[in-house]
């Protein structure tokens, strides 16, 4: 039992991987259909993003609401790379309805595959590099951080939008295929079986690589951080250095997430960069349980799947109310969410009541 204990949050977590796995090959023997599928790996693109919320929210008490733009970042040099390919390096519609002649130097780069991949985590890490750096030098932490990360995320927003001729405006780039070509159709399969296990493992990479992180004195060192900056700033260590690591690191993941969302959606629009779509981010980690990586994980699936087969019909108008309300019971109630619950409230719920039995029994 100690070692169920030891190793409880890992067990779930392969417990869903194993569930994953299982749905291509349900896939083939026609269980289940291909939007389920690619629905799932737009799931997996977002647990993999809130995975890297967690590791500032939860470990290190960095609320931040602008992460949908590191998001957004991974999922337009992805779509830019796509796009490129689609057209053989030649201009896009939007580009020649915008005025353009020739392709444009910021759209160049992505005309190689390798130097995409480069992009599509260096520009999420250098912007939040440039952004922790000056923000956590100066110690600007708490509401303020959140704030001013909604501020930026909404200026890119703007910008994006007003640089129509080279992003498409708020329409985005779209009619775009994966890295392996078309994923959709029964003549496709193969390619979204390829691809799903290729998100997977990805995902299963990102666990692994945070796990270890927060089991490590680097992860002690961010909950001292979350539970008592003050006191780390006096024990000796440059906390603004950590807080900026673990920003980056958690910017690279979004853009990861962000690029592989691309894959299964087919397009990346700027409301992919918005304030809303940040704190949908932080409903899922608050909901599945901050704190925990696991739960992280969880969130992100629940909340979406709920989304998906909710939000239809009278839903459509009532799932924000309902979603809303959970967060909000969520955080008044049960802070530790999903997982605090299910580990801890009723577990120390049961031991109350068998402990109260056995006093009544012995008197």
Same mark, same amino acid.
């Given at each position: ?54 590791? =500032?929210? $939860? ?5 931040? %609401?602008?992460?949908?733009? &590191?998001? @957004? +970042?991974?999922?337009? !040099?992805? /779509? ?41 985590i260096a520009v999420p890490a250098a912007l939040a590099y440039v952004i922790g750096y000056f923000i956590f030098k ?26 129509s001729p080279y992003t498409n405006g708020n329409i985005g780039i779209t009619e775009i295929r994966s890295v392996l070509?078309? =994923?959709? $159709? ?5 390619? %979204?079986?390829?691809?799903? &296990?290729? @998100? +997977?493992?990805?995902? !299963?990479? /990102? ?157």
């Open positions: 039992m100690s070692i169920f204990k030891k190793h409880e949050h890992n067990i779930y977590f392969a417990v869903i991987i194993a569930a994953l796995a299982v749905m291509p090959i349900l896939l083939a023997a026609g269980v289940v259909g291909a939007p389920i599928i690619i629905f799932l790996g737009k799931c997996i693109a977002f647990a993999i993003v809130a995975i890297g919320l967690d590791l =500032i929210w $939860g470990y290190t008490g960095i609320l931040s %609401l602008g992460h949908g733009l &590191y998001f @957004a +970042l991974g999922g337009y !040099a992805m /779509a830019m790379y796509l796009k490129m390919q689609a057209t053989g390096g030649q201009i896009t519609e939007f580009m020649h309805t915008g005025g353009l002649s020739k392709l444009p130097l910021i759209w160049k780069p992505f005309l190689s595959m390798p130097l995409a991949l480069f992009l599509m100066n110690r600007v932490k708490g509401v303020y951080f959140s704030i001013i990360s909604q501020a930026l995320t909404w200026a890119a927003y703007s910008i994006f939008i007003a640089m070509g078309n =994923i959709r $159709g029964s003549a496709n399969q193969g390619k %979204l079986l390829i691809l799903f &296990y290729a @998100a +997977l493992i990805i995902l !299963a990479l /990102a666990y692994a690589l945070s796990i270890y992180l927060v089991n490590t004195k680097f992860g002690k060192l961010l909950i001292a951080i979350r539970d008592g900056e003050n006191r780390t700033y006096f024990s000796g260590y440059r906390v603004s250095r950590y807080k900026t690591f673990i920003y980056v690191l958690s910017a690279c993941l979004a853009g990861i997430a962000g690029a592989v969302f691309v894959n299964f959606n087919g397009s990346i629009t700027p409301s992919q960069m918005t304030v809303t779509f940040s704190i949908n981010m932080i409903i899922w980690v608050a909901i599945g349980g901050r704190g925990t990586i696991i739960g992280a994980v969880i969130g992100a699936f629940l909340v979406n799947l709920g989304e998906y087969n909710l939000s239809s019909g009278r839903m459509v108008q009532l799932w924000p109310y309902l979603i809303g309300s959970i967060f909000c019971v969520t955080i008044l109630f049960f802070k530790g969410g999903l997982m605090g619950l299910f580990t801890e409230q009723i577990p120390e719920l049961i031991g109350k009541i068998k402990g109260k039995v056995k006093n009544n029994d012995a008197s």
